[in-house]
């Protein structure tokens, strides 16, 4: 391993002070490209880096990050030793504060590392590390508005006319679309395409748009059509591929969903880290409460799961996401167990952010899928419908959490709960009025109180609905 001897404080890419060689900057100007492109040889270029130049304090924060967002508890060890090892390198004052921010992470306080990233980037704006990690953390930890403002307050320190503004463009995008403006953050994805085909968190942020308006034909279309630019060679592919199959399920396509489930989301082939099985759990949970047979995918699934349930809890929407695979797959008593490891680690308590998703939302939620799995429905919404406007604090998209609402309703319908089942699919009909789901809901729920001609009229609806969204 060589080391490269610090030659001052230089400028990267986008003038941001950086202390290095001019070899390792160039290095880490590729890495920042590759990260913004989701592509996997970041982490090739970040080892390069690291390796080559391990006094290059930048080097360090680059893995940490890369190890934190991560999501996995296993991961922390690495980015804390990458900070030990960036502290004993001379650090510039940017250098410092991104030390700082990844202290915090390291520690538990994701709230704190993404206020720190902040303040870090009102002097840097154009400090895109910072941004696509900030911007990460505001998707985390459920902050819409800095989801949407961050990027907006560093467009003012780029050059317009560079490629890799368009990327901002397209995290604004998603911010737009998580805090409501699904017009407005269509346009912004679809500007950041034009410039980068292969932006695939624009392009996410565009399905979202559709999902959101209840477009699936409009979603089918645009995935397609761009399957060249997404659906292979990045580190964002399952994501966009399970958003996909979620049109294809209110088509009524299953089985197409399914084979979109074995081919790209889970199978023995997959890299088996949390934010690409959370999508798997998600799919799959979905597919049961419409009462489908997983034909033993949730078994698989849940052995995934198993071997990270016993670590220290680190992120609460995970964790959820464990029980899901293991309450699908008939493990009550190993969902009871993670279940009891979260109330214990809520109970010693601590300043973490973690802690606090875990005990507002994590466990209620997680109780709530265990109650399900047992038939206990009235418990599920004893659990749930005090926290759904509040869903959002521990992470995710409202397309993910969708699955939460989802079981809330389920759960009404099965407990006779008819009041409240027709205020939930009242809801959801007001802003999705071509939701296949949601009339299909509506039919059920008629029947269900005696009014079959009202029901038959709510089926034709899901029909002719569905029809409209196939493609």
Partial sequence: MSITTTVGTRRDEHENPITGSTEAIALYDRAVDRLLRYDPEVIDVATSLGEQHADVPMASALVAYLYLTSTDESDVATAAAAAEAMAATAMNDRERA??????????????????????LLERWPADLLALQVGHSLDFFVGDAANLRDRPGRSLVGLDPAHPHTGFVRGMQAFGLEESGSYAEAEAAGLAAVNVNPDDVWAIHAV??????????????????????????????TVHNWWHLALFQLETGEFDAGLRIYDAEVHNASSLGVSLQMLDASALLWRLHLDGHDDGGRFAALADAWAARTDGRPWYAFNDLHAVFALVGAGRIADAERVIERLAGYVHVGGAGTNVAMTAEIGLPTSRAVVRFGQGRYEDVIDELLPIRRVLQHFGGSHAQRDVLQRTLLESALRAGKSDLARTLIAERLAVRETSVYGWT???????????????????????????????
């Fill in 98 to 119: 991104h030390h700082a921010a990844i202290s915090a992470w390291v520690g538990g306080d994701w709230i704190g590392a993404a206020r720190l990233l902040d303040a």
């Fill in 207 to 236: 399905v979202h748009t559709h999902e959101m308006r209840g477009q699936v034909a409009d979603g089918i279309r645009f995935l397609t059509s761009r399957e060249a630019d997404w659906g292979s060679g990045n580190l964002f």
């Fill in 441 to 471: 809901q509506q039919a059920r729920l008629l029947a269900a109180v005696g009014r079959a001609d009202e029901s038959a009229n709510a089926s034709a609806t899901a029909s002719v609905m569905q029809t409209r969204a196939r493609v």
